[in-house]
């Protein structure tokens, strides 16, 4: 059973940056594409990024494309995410997770979530 464990949250000034990390257990991360989502307080949650296998491909969401960049290190089992020019609309808890397409949609592969890590981008 895989397990997330998402760290690296903060309270952050508007503009600011913060990396996020998520570490994932099991001994074929390396095979799977991964990603980030996350979910505002009283809305559902959304897709943030997603990175291939190997790394070579990103993928990102409209709102944050330009300001968000998706990482991994296979040989650590953790997917990151570098957080720049933040602003008050990114607050929310953020998730990592396996990422599957579905009608080019990106979704979370996995059912079970790990707790997530809160950020909070002050005005």
């Known amino acids: 059973q895989v397990q997330l464990v998402e760290s690296g949250g903060g309270l952050v000034q508007n503009g600011g940056s913060l990396r996020l990390s998520c570490a994932a257990s099991?001994?074929?991360?390396?095979?799977?594409?991964m990603g980030w989502f996350r979910q505002a307080p009283g809305k559902e949650r959304e897709f943030v990024a997603l990175?291939?296998?190997?790394?070579?491909?990103?993928n990102y969401a409209d709102s944050v494309k330009g300001r968000f960049t998706i990482s991994r290190d296979n040989a650590k089992d953790t997917v990151y995410l570098q957080m720049n020019s933040l602003k008050p609309e990114d607050t929310a808890v953020y998730y990592c997770?396996?990422?599957?397409?579905?009608?080019?949609?990106?979704?979370?592969?996995?059912?079970?979530w790990g707790q997530g890590t809160l950020v909070t981008v002050s005005s």
């Open positions: 099991g001994r074929t991360f390396s095979a799977y594409n």
């Open positions: 997770n396996r990422v599957t397409v579905v009608a080019g949609s990106p979704k979370n592969a996995l059912d079970a």
């Open positions: 990175i291939s296998w190997s790394g070579g491909r990103s």
